[in-house]
């Protein structure tokens, strides 16, 4: 195979190439199959991975963050912030220098699952992180269902404070109109909605700090407490539940199928993607988690947003402020949870479309709004089922990002490049691994005590 090069102006194939490369992509896509070459295609630059990752990660998620403070505290709170986004963006990068190895070897991966599949083994692939993968984005799908149904019902109760209308039909709505999103065929086909989505979740995060510092400054604003609480079993798991929520919040789980959206060749465009997304993340991060803590101490809601209406169910704020950052919110949602449904559309696709046929034929179009409004319905169903947002944010961080995003990026490069045993950066990548590790298993068990105590309180279908 003859190389590929590029000109350093345009960034064009050089015209003796193109013949080349376009007969090897199109062996390589007879090799494809329906998912990866209808849900996944390979035409983006890296200013639209900059808007997928942007998306992907700074999300509404983000505005529980005041609540993972409350059991943290100041000073926990903000170098948990700082280390995970350290963290991230060094294992985000990571795995894209582990993808980009195998593409520059002719075996460009486009899922998580086929780059465990070469690195770990078949076994690791199938039965470990395929499955986490799957619901770890599913799951995020979920949440961000419950957390529309949330915000929806947050607009109506200002415009209608008698109104009867309970959450989990709010929950539907939001889910109908995913009904049409999830039709959108491809990641690709995204990009433009997900620059949109990354200049909302600006407006959201600047108008939630700005609300959260005018309440602060309120006589109506509650009094500020700071303290943590003084059971000890209480505070423990109470810790490694809020790590959770902040793993989740910089969780991501799609960097190969966001990398698989980038044209080749893609040596160097995830970084810049990064560093577009890790700008906006801590311009985000920063100002909701500590304008909300500052505000409402440890009486910080798991969705910064409740806080901006007292017990009596009057607003703190004016009620058309509210009622803005809670759309601007409803149509970030939206974006990420379209974005967070490609991994199982590509799942579908590959399940139930026929790569041989047109995208657009009857034969691949009828199976596909079939099964993709399957899985939205069924999304819809159990957020509206289980209706605490907080604890399915934790739980998702435990089981799902944690692991992905934390353990194995280190441990996928490890295995790829085999830095020497004695080299400080084998070392470093080791101690993160055995780190989170351990941080996953008892933020799962803290997750999960949480789920408990709270099922005691709500029913399914609850109205909260």
């Known amino acids: 195979m003859s190389t590929i090069r590029i000109d350093s102006d345009t960034g064009a194939l050089q015209e003796e190439t193109i013949k080349t490369f376009s007969t090897t992509t199109d062996h390589h896509k007879q090799h494809l199959d329906a998912g990866a070459l209808f849900v996944l295609k390979s035409k983006g630059s890296w200013w639209h991975s900059g808007y997928h990752l942007t998306t992907s990660i700074v999300a509404p998620s983000l505005l529980s963050l005041p609540y993972a403070f409350a059991s943290l505290g100041w000073t926990a709170g903000v170098l948990s912030l700082v280390i995970g986004a350290i963290v991230t963006f060094y294992s985000y990068n990571l795995i894209s220098l582990v993808l980009e190895h195998h593409a520059e070897l002719g075996h460009r991966h486009l899922r998580f699952r086929d780059m465990a599949y070469d690195v770990l083994g078949p076994r690791w692939s199938r039965y470990y992180v395929g499955p986490i993968q799957f619901t770890a984005c599913y799951g995020t799908v979920v949440g961000f269902h419950l957390l529309g149904g949330q915000c929806l019902k947050a607009i109506y109760v200002l415009w209608n404070s008698d109104g009867t209308m309970k959450l989990y039909e709010f929950v539907v709505i939001f889910g109908v109109f995913m009904l049409i999103l999830a039709q959108i065929p491809s990641f690709h086909s995204l990009r433009y909605m997900n ?59 799609i960097i190969p199928e966001i990398q698989a959206t980038l ?202």
């Open 195 to 253: 620059l949109i989505s990354l200049v909302l979740c600006l407006l959201y995060s600047a108008s939630a700090a700005a609300a959260s510092i005018y309440i602060g400054n309120s006589s109506k604003g509650p009094h500020k407490n700071y303290s943590l609480s003084n059971n000890d079993e209480t505070r423990i798991f109470g810790i490694f539940n809020a790590m959770a929520i902040i793993s989740t919040t910089f969780g991501n789980g």
């Open 263 to 464: 044209a080749p060749p893609t040596k160097g465009k995830m970084f810049k993607g990064l560093c577009i997304c890790y700008t906006v993340i801590i311009v985000t991060f920063l100002s909701v988690s500590v304008s909300g803590y500052w505000a409402f101490g440890n009486k910080a809601s798991a969705l910064v947003l409740s806080n901006f209406i007292d017990h009596d169910g009057n607003p703190l704020v004016p009620r058309w402020f509210i009622m803005m950052i809670n759309i601007f919110t409803i149509l970030q949602l939206s974006a990420v949870s379209a974005v967070y449904l490609q991994p199982t559309n590509e799942v579908l696709e590959r399940a139930f479309a026929d790569p041989t046929r047109s995208e657009f034929s009857a034969r691949n179009v009828i199976p596909r709004a079939i099964s993709r409004s399957i899985s939205v319905i069924l999304a819809t169903t159990i957020a509206a089922m289980l209706p605490f947002f907080g604890d399915i944010n934790a739980m998702i961080g435990a089981f799902g990002f944690l692991p992905l995003d934390f353990v194995l990026p280190v441990v996928l490069y490890n295995l790829t490049f085999k830095p020497s045993k004695q080299s400080p950066l084998f070392w470093l990548n080791s101690s993160i691994a055995v780190i989170f590790s351990a941080v996953g298993v008892i933020a799962a068990v803290a997750a999960l005590r949480q789920i408990s105590l709270d099922a005691k309180t709500y029913k399914l279908f609850a109205n909260v």
